[in-house]
């Protein structure tokens, strides 16, 4: 069955610092890969996405993510994390062919230090 | 450009009560979705509209029914509301099944 795992409840930086928030799905075949933030009270913003191409994507803010085949990964970084920064950061993947799944991940919660 | 509303923001039933969600969105989007956000896990889809004039079951259905009124409306019901369906209420808009989804700011409902 397909999933993601976002293996880190919780993550603690100092600003200024650099971020890798950690993203693992288990799918037949390539799907489409999201990272999505949700600042408290609100609803997800997308930061970038990955449909096919260029296995490093550029996203808002300063975000980047790299999808790796063999380790079926996509993976979030920032070089230099802002206090603004902080909120909780969801991994999605969407089926590319037959039944429909969108699927999200547990959530990842980010406190930046100042 | 108000992208995906809902209506209410906040709602406080009784056990038993019924209540509907409403969802509207003004991008001219094939696809609308209704998640339930529920501490420690993530997003789950209740129901999803491919398009207009069909709709299916996502992962956590039991409990709700929905309409896609037209092209910009998707409606939630909870037909007799128990407190396990306390928790915040998402709805979602994308050009076509699988796409970037765009999320309203959520319904938080609490069932006493």
């Known amino acids: 069955a397909q999933s993601v795992t976002q293996p880190d409840i919780h993550i603690t930086v100092s600003e200024g610092a650099s971020l890798e928030l950690r993203c693992n799905y288990s799918?037949?075949?390539?799907?489409?890969l999201f990272w999505y933030v949700q600042s408290p009270g609100q609803g997800l913003q997308l930061l970038l996405k990955y449909f096919s191409g260029d296995t490093l994507v550029q996203g808002i803010k300063g975000f980047e993510a790299e999808f790796k085949r063999s380790q079926s990964s996509f993976n979030l970084r920032k070089p230099s994390v802002h206090w603004s920064d902080a909120a909780e950061y969801f991994c999605?993947?969407?089926?590319?062919?037959?039944?429909?799944?969108?699927?999200f991940g547990t959530g990842t919660r980010l406190k930046v230090l100042a | 450009n108000a992208g995906v509303t809902q209506t209410p923001k906040f709602q406080v039933l009784k056990t038993g009560q019924s209540m509907t969600l409403q969802c509207a969105q003004d991008m001219n989007h094939n696809s609308m979705y209704w998640y339930r956000q529920d501490p420690g896990m993530g997003l789950r889809l209740i129901y999803y509209?491919?398009?207009?004039?069909?709709?299916d079951k996502g992962e956590v259905p039991n409990g709700y029914n929905v309409s896609r009124l037209n092209k910009r409306e998707f409606s939630l019901r909870l037909e007799s509301a128990a407190p396990s369906q306390t928790s915040v209420y998402f709805c979602?808009?994308?050009?076509?099944?699988?796409?970037?989804?765009?999320f309203g700011p959520g319904t938080r409902l609490t069932v006493l």
């Open positions: 999605a993947v969407a089926s590319t062919s037959g039944t429909y799944k969108y699927i």
């Open positions: 979602a808009s994308s050009a076509e099944v699988g796409g970037t989804q765009y």
């Open positions: 799918y037949g075949a390539t799907p489409y």
């Open positions: 509209s491919a398009s207009e004039g069909t709709t």
